[in-house]
């Protein structure tokens, strides 16, 4: 008899070009949005405060840009990434237009690439993903490679296609609230003194706190997003790995950084876009997660009381980046980093 059972998709079933719709449509709750908080540690007050939100010209309070990328995300991995290897980067990560509660997103992946490894016992798929909400607009899309299993090594490899990735999101591409008007309630609610015009290209911010990632914290998340991946999901699978354990999903260290460079900027009230990401080494339960934050760029928008800021996130693990000399070197990258990240924040000009 045919199995009913679906086990995810390994390499040899890629296509090129193939539209997978990916099943189980999810409506955002208020609870939700308070168990992000409460793993998280998140504390944007655009996200928490719905008054201020209103005051900025937002219909009602907006979920946080990442609970949305995750839970986007997990729409994806029974279909593309169950039996990953490795999640290798993101790249051309676009935040359309808010989420709020209530909104019901669904979401469809494209494979736009595809290469064997040299071992054949596995490659590399790259896909892009769009999410719609209940009113079939996007809302949010980005494109992802994974380091996938085969599970028939005999398998030919199939013609190797690695499509062209921008660098970043221009800023023309960016999306900008139409609607924003700066209050003098921002400043206060934050509690920030810095607005766009007192960052500088190159300066590196250092952020004190540290955040410990337990056990529970990276299982409830993965829960949460319904990203069911046998490698975060799985410890008795993961017994018999290298690693001996189950791996943190890396969208958990993401948002754990995002959490901790709140220190510094404050008024960075929301992500336009990631622009490329690298986990570069595995973190798991256990490890305490501190960041830094350089400034790579800084760019006019057209709305005349907003900017934007790319910035490079670095997550390190179990030791404080005032003791980081050296991000990457020829070798590698050093073995504490455990996040990469180029992304942009929309963030106002100057404070009423």
């Not at 990916?22 to 709750?29: C, G, K, V």
């Not at 909400?133 to 005999?154: D, Y």
């Not at 975060?232 to 959490?259: E, N, W």
């Not at 510094?264 to 336009?272: C, D, H, V």
Request: aromatic share 8%; net charge neutral.
């Amino acid at each position: 008899m045919q199995s009913k059972i679906h086990a995810g998709r390994f390499f040899e079933d890629f296509k090129l070009h193939e539209v997978i719709q990916h099943a189980t449509p999810r409506t955002i709750t208020a609870g939700d949005t308070a168990l992000y908080v409460a793993l998280t540690g998140a504390r944007n007050p655009l996200h928490c405060s719905e008054p201020l939100a209103q005051a900025l010209g937002y219909p009602s309070t907006p979920i946080d840009d990442l609970l949305a990328f995750h839970i986007a995300f997990g729409k994806t991995v029974p279909d593309v990434s169950v039996n990953a290897v490795a999640n290798l980067g993101y790249a051309d990560v676009r935040f359309l237009q808010p989420v709020y509660v209530g909104d019901t997103l669904t979401t469809s992946s494209e494979v736009i690439g595809l290469k064997q490894n040299s071992s054949g016992k596995n490659g590399v798929v790259w896909v892009r993903s769009t999410t719609l909400n209940q009113h079939q607009q996007p809302v949010l899309s980005w494109v992802r490679w994974v380091m996938i299993q085969k599970k028939n090594h005999e398998v030919p490899a199939p013609q190797t296609f690695i499509p062209e990735l921008p660098e970043f999101v221009a800023a023309e591409s960016l999306t900008v609230p139409a609607n924003f008007k700066l209050q003098n309630a921002l400043g206060v609610a934050t509690g920030g003194k810095y607005w766009w015009d007192d960052y500088e290209v190159g300066e590196c911010m250092r952020h004190p706190a540290g955040l410990t990632i337990n056990e529970s914290d990276h299982t409830l998340a993965t829960h949460l997003y319904q990203n069911n991946a046998r490698l975060h999901f799985d410890a008795h699978l993961m017994k018999s790995t290298p690693q001996g354990k189950r791996l943190v999903y890396g969208g958990v260290v993401i948002s754990a950084c995002r959490a901790l460079s709140y220190e510094g900027l404050e008024n960075a009230i929301s992500i336009l876009a990631i622009n490329g990401g690298t986990h570069a080494n595995p973190s798991y339960a256990g490890d305490t997660i501190y960041c830094l934050t350089k400034v790579l760029d800084k760019w006019s928008l057209p709305h005349p009381e907003l900017g934007a800021l790319r910035l490079r996130m670095v997550g390190v693990k179990n030791m404080p980046p005032t003791t980081l000399e050296n991000i990457k070197t020829t070798q590698g990258y050093h073995p504490h980093v455990v996040l990469d990240l180029d992304y942009t924040v929309l963030i106002p000009r100057k404070g009423n």
